[in-house]
């Protein structure tokens, strides 16, 4: 049985996210009983080369069944396509398709994909609507919901981007069984933040499903992702465009998390499994300076192993950390921020002085020395 959660964020049309397995079948007809989408006659699906061979002609039979014209467009799988080159090369191929405003643009893929479609659908003409069909457990409980999208450039992640929210979610847990152990285990880190973030219902949920949700239990990840979506679509009401503070709650665990991906080289580590680390950092940092508790590091620890994100035997000088880190999008005038969660459910964003992340990355460095 599907989970459907509105999310109403202000000035905003409220959009559903259907969560559940099988609810790809239905895409079409929800996408055409869309009152926003009335006038729409065209659809473009951007999907990848991974995912394409997988569930692009599903998705395509779902949206021609509901009366669309169905075109597709698939981009090489990877973090390279999040890029200003690929979403040109969309942009001219939606202009020779002859795509106009009563067009739809499906995102249908991972985060990559939907970062690129809804940067392409935001910018076209415009702007044109955009539907985010997720196939990752990170795209479904993060990036397909809260309207960000974005393109890279050389100098760092995303920093090219618009605010862009979807139309329509189409979450189909289905499509997760086909997730390689990597990429499950990088929701599950994501799925842990929103968790420590949001509140004492969640983390303990979550502490007890563990083993089920690492097991990839039906039922336990459409709960899990449920969750995720409520807490985030909550964030993002009450920020649309990150600029009062408060989304940036969404960062935990992203700042040192960042910098592993950029001096590991990316892709050496998951998204997720560098977050897991920036999360196990952050709350030892929050225990020296926002009042955490250690039974809370232990707990968040514990909760961590058992999604099947352990700590890194890795690490690096603490100098060129501390240098990926002001290069961050999230750095401000120089000062780098951390989200320090005083306890479940309560944290705080603070600039943190050079010295004292360098006292802090030391201290991470020396303990994975002691552990090789």
């Known amino acids: 049985?599907?989970?459907?959660?509105?999310?109403?964020?202000?000035?905003?049309?409220?959009?559903?996210?259907?969560?559940?397995?099988?609810?790809?079948?239905?895409?079409?007809?929800?996408?055409?009983?869309?009152?926003?989408?009335?006038?729409?006659?065209?659809?473009?699906?951007?999907?990848?080369?991974?995912?394409?061979?997988?569930?692009?002609?599903?998705?395509?039979?779902?949206?021609?069944?509901?009366?669309?014209?169905?075109?597709?467009?698939?981009?090489?799988?990877?973090?390279?396509?999040?890029?200003?080159?690929?979403?040109?090369?969309?942009?001219?191929?939606?202009?020779?398709?002859?795509?106009?405003?009563?067009?739809?643009?499906?995102?249908?893929?991972?985060?990559?994909?939907?970062?690129?479609?809804?940067?392409?659908?935001?910018?076209?003409?415009?702007?044109?609507?955009?539907?985010?069909?997720?196939?990752?457990?990170?795209?479904?409980?993060?990036?397909?919901?809260?309207?960000?999208?974005?393109?890279?450039?050389?100098?760092?992640?995303?920093?090219?981007?618009?605010?862009?929210?979807?139309?329509?979610?189409?979450?189909?847990?289905?499509?997760?069984?086909?997730?390689?152990?990597?990429?499950?285990?990088?929701?599950?880190?994501?799925?842990?933040?929103?968790a420590v973030i949001d509140s004492d219902d969640f983390f303990f949920w979550l502490a007890d499903a563990a083993e089920a949700l690492a097991a990839r239990d039906e039922e336990t990840a459409a709960e899990a992702i449920a969750r995720s979506v409520v807490f985030k679509a909550d964030v993002v009401a009450a920020d649309k465009t990150e600029s009062r503070g408060v989304r940036e709650c969404l960062n935990y665990g992203h700042t040192l998390g960042h910098a592993v991906e950029a001096l590991a080289g990316y892709g050496t580590f998951s998204h997720g499994a560098a977050v897991a680390e920036g999360m196990r950092f952050a709350a030892r940092l929050a225990a020296a300076l926002a009042g955490a508790s250690l039974e809370f590091v232990a707990a968040q620890d514990d909760l961590l192993d058992a999604l099947g994100l352990p700590a890194l035997a890795w690490s690096a000088e603490p100098a060129d950390l501390l240098a990926a880190m002001k290069r961050d999008k999230k750095a401000r005038h120089g000062q780098v921020r951390f989200v320090l969660p005083r306890d479940v459910g309560s944290w705080e964003l603070r600039d943190v002085d050079d010295a004292v992340i360098l006292e802090h990355l030391e201290a991470w460095a020396r303990s994975k020395e002691e552990c090789s």
Not at 21 to 47: E, N, Q, Y
Not at 124 to 131: E, I
Not at 165 to 175: K, R
């Open 1 to 194: 049985m599907a989970i459907k959660v509105i999310v109403n964020i202000p000035n905003e049309a409220p959009y559903d996210v259907r969560i559940g397995a099988g609810v790809l079948g239905g895409l079409g007809a929800h996408v055409a009983a869309l009152p926003a989408l009335a006038s729409a006659r065209r659809a473009l699906v951007v999907t990848d080369g991974n995912v394409a061979p997988l569930y692009a002609v599903r998705t395509k039979e779902s949206l021609a069944q509901a009366g669309f014209r169905v075109s597709d467009i698939v981009v090489p799988a990877g973090e390279e396509s999040k890029s200003l080159e690929v979403a040109g090369e969309v942009w001219e191929a939606m202009a020779a398709l002859a795509l106009g405003r009563d067009s739809v643009v499906v995102a249908l893929g991972g985060g990559v994909v939907g970062d690129l479609a809804g940067f392409v659908a935001s910018t076209y003409m415009r702007g044109v609507p955009v539907v985010q069909v997720p196939t990752t457990l990170l795209a479904m409980v993060d990036s397909s919901v809260g309207g960000k999208t974005g393109v890279n450039l050389e100098a760092g992640k995303n920093l090219v981007g618009t605010f862009k929210q979807p139309a329509y979610v189409c979450a189909d847990t289905a499509t997760l069984a086909t997730l390689p152990v990597r990429e499950w285990t990088c929701g599950c880190a994501e799925i842990a933040k929103s």
